[in-house]
């Protein structure tokens, strides 16, 4: 797996995204409700948000661990992240994770990417204390999402059909259904309470300011790469996907701001 190809996109628009899911993040640590002194396991935490978020709520009496896959992202969320953070590499499905046990777990869209996630989330259960909770967000189905199917819609309008989104592989979609949550996090042993929420992702700048983070990353920025991987991306591809996108995003605007409607799963699960 090449993790700095990958990475290396949504490094580039780490404030971009943090910003737009700034909303989300404030629920799950609402949700978390994480206390001074609590060790706590942070699962997928990409580039460190939330890392940081539940290291201030812990304080330096607790301590934050976080589990990220792609070094390029690890190295990142250190380089972040204050004194009482610890950063592991490594698959939370599988790792060896040692002690008593975390007093809390959380997740911010870190969960979807397992490839066998009945048997990730039966594991991450035994990283927990007996009773302690799993908070993580999640993304709901594509069309209550823009933020994916518009990006996707103007990619296939400009390349062709593509890939679509498989709620039965890895990837953002592939816990969009509560009742597949309920199932996989029962069968681990979990109790589970889900509470989808309708909202707004808060991106900054304008709808040329987002259409350009989504020439990046997402739906329409993966396809332009494999376009461009193929030799087969020209200068009116490039011009089309952005003028799309801006003319997207500018339906959302709200005044001088894009607010971009989401669908989002907070799920409460108790080991």
């Known amino acids: 797996m090449d993790w700095k190809a990958i990475a290396e996109p949504w490094l580039r628009v780490e404030a971009e995204t943090d910003a737009a899911h700034a909303p989300v993040l404030e629920g799950l640590m609402a949700r978390a409700g994480l206390s ?4 706590v396991l942070d699962i997928g935490p990409g580039a460190g948000i939330s890392l940081l978020h539940a290291a201030g709520a812990v304080g330096p009496t607790g301590r934050v661990t976080g589990i990220e896959i792609a070094p390029p992202f690890a190295e990142r969320a250190i380089a972040r992240a204050p004194n009482n953070v610890e950063l592991l590499i490594g698959d939370a499905a599988s790792y060896p994770f040692a002690g008593e046990g975390f007093d809390a777990a959380i997740s911010l ?29 999640c993304w709901g189905p594509p069309k209550a999402n823009p933020w994916f199917s518009m ?4 990619a296939a309008e400009v390349f062709g059909p593509g890939p679509g989104f498989d709620p039965d592989v890895p990837g ?4 969009s259904d509560p009742n597949k949550i309920n199932r996989i996090l029962s069968g681990a042993g979990w109790s589970v309470d889900i509470d989808t929420q309708d909202l707004h992702l808060t991106p900054r700048g304008t709808p040329e300011d987002v259409g350009k983070t989504h020439s990046i ?7 332009m790469g494999v376009e461009k991987a193929a030799g087969t991306l020209t200068q009116a591809h490039r011009d ?3 003028s799309k996108l801006v003319a997207g995003f500018a339906e959302m605007a ?5 607010r971009v409607p989401a669908q989002i799963h907070f799920v409460r699960a108790i080991a």
């Open 151 to 154: 990006p996707g819609r103007i």
């Open 240 to 242: 089309a996907v952005r």
């Open 109 to 137: 869209f870190g969960v979807m990417f397992f490839a066998d996630p009945d048997q990730a989330f039966a594991h991450m259960r035994t990283a927990l204390k007996p009773g302690a909770a799993l908070n993580f967000a």
């Open 36 to 39: 001074a002194g609590q060790s």
């Open 217 to 223: 990353i997402g739906a329409a920025g993966m396809r």
């Open 254 to 258: 709200q005044g001088d701001t894009v």
């Open 172 to 175: 953002p979609m592939s816990l």
